[in-house]
T-cell receptor, first 117, second 112 residues
Framework: NAGVTQTPKFQVLKTGQSMTLQCAQDMNHEYMSWYRQDPGMGLRLIHYSVGAGITDQGEVPNGYNVSRSTTEDFPLRLLSAAPSQTSVYFC????????????????FGEGSRLTVL | SQQGEEDPQALSIQEGENATMNCSYKTSINNLQWYRQNSGRGLVHLILIRSNEREKHSGRLRVTLDTSKKSSSLLITASRAADTASYFCATKRTDSSYKLIFGSGTRLLVRP
């Protein structure tokens, strides 16, 4: 199993450009999420999904779009990149065992480092 | 806003010593998890403790949870240079089944 795979690993954009960060998992996880990590800020949740066709906002969703057409893939789209979106982005997935149950452990990708000039 | 806050922000110890990191949170939780991140890598799950548990062990790791104080601690015993990493706590709040909220982390340096 590859686990959670993120591409690209590094990307440099100019302000106003758009791009998509790809995330794929091969563990048949229902739950997938995107976080951004900034120095001194820890990880902040951008968007998450509890299954194909179901997405919702996290703590910092502005400027980002997501979709979930398959169980395996959860791409993150930056519509018009801004310097404030310079960050390291992590995709994470887990088994989802029901709304009333506890969230299990998250499996993380290796991250995508994005610089917006 | 951050749900979990780790303390200290940075910790430097000698190999063989114990390392203790603390996490405080603000609202009621279902569970609390600890993760480790090596430099330039993704996070790796270490241990999960549920709100009805007070202590949990896994190898050299010991986690405690005090829901009355809204705090948790992670103890790494007999530390090794390979334990050098950042450690994060993450909480699943009772009012949000779908979100795992992370703190800002503790950077641990274990000197050989």
């Amino acid at each position: 199993n590859a686990g959670v795979t993120q591409t690209p690993k590094f990307q440099v954009l100019k302000t106003g450009q758009s791009m998509t960060l790809q995330c794929a998992q091969d563990m048949n996880h229902e739950y997938m999420s995107w976080y951004r990590q900034d120095p001194g800020m820890g990880l902040r949740l951008i968007h998450y999904s509890v299954g194909a066709g179901i997405t919702d906002q996290g703590e910092v969703p502005n400027g980002y779009n997501v979709s979930r057409s398959t169980t395996e893939d959860f791409p993150l789209r930056l519509l018009s990149a801004a310097p404030s979106q310079t960050s390291v982005y992590f995709c994470a997935s887990s088994y989802w065992i029901g709304q009333a149950a506890n969230t299990g452990e998250l499996f993380f990708g290796e991250g995508s480092r994005l610089t917006v000039l | 806003s951050q749900q979990g806050e780790e303390d200290p922000q940075a910790l430097s110890i000698q190999e063989g010593e114990n390392a203790t990191m603390n996490c405080s949170y603000k609202t009621s939780i279902n569970n609390l998890q600890w993760y480790r991140q090596n430099s330039g890598r993704g996070l790796v799950h270490l241990i999960l403790i549920r709100s009805n548990e007070r202590e949990k062990h896994s190898g050299r790791l010991r986690v405690t949870l005090d829901t009355s104080k809204k705090s948790s601690s992670l103890l790494i015993t007999a530390s090794r240079a390979a334990d050098t990493a950042s450690y994060f706590c993450a909480t699943k709040r009772t009012d949000s089944s779908y979100k795992l909220i992370f703190g800002s982390g503790t950077r641990l340096l274990v000197r050989p």
